[in-house]
């Protein structure tokens, strides 16, 4: 059974930070693309960063300068550190794990990130 477990969501001023982990379990991780995504409400989700098996980062334009992603392949985990951030990051994220080779994409039930102005 594929379980993706995101934390560390909450509430926080604008210019604070905050570091979103997902554990993962039931996958093998270290050969999966991880990811980021987030939903604010009325608008369709939305990548925010990715990491390759092997270490390729890509960025949304939106948080390029401001968010990084890494893994841990020797825990499972995928973190996104959050800085500066802006009510307009405000939003459900969402951990995604992918597989282009066999065709999987598995989803986390998502971690809620609010930034006060």
């Known amino acids: 059974q594929v379980q993706l477990v995101e934390s560390g969501g909450g509430m926080v001023q604008a210019g604070g930070s905050l570091r979103l982990s997902c554990a993962a379990s039931?996958?093998?991780?270290?050969?999966?693309?991880m990811g980021w995504y987030r939903q604010a409400p009325g608008n369709e989700r939305e990548l925010v960063a990715t990491?390759?098996?092997?270490?390729?980062?890509n960025f949304a334009d939106s948080v390029k300068g401001r968010f990084t992603i890494s893994r841990d392949n020797a825990k499972n985990t995928v973190y996104l550190q959050m800085n500066n951030l802006k009510p307009e990051d405000t939003a459900d994220y969402y951990c995604?794990?992918?597989?282009?080779?066999?065709?999987?994409?598995?989803w986390g039930r998502g971690t809620l990130v609010t930034v006060s102005s």
């Open positions: 039931g996958i093998i991780f270290s050969a999966n693309v």
């Open positions: 995604n794990a992918r597989r282009p080779a066999i065709g999987r994409t598995y």
């Open positions: 990491i390759t098996p092997g270490g390729i980062l």
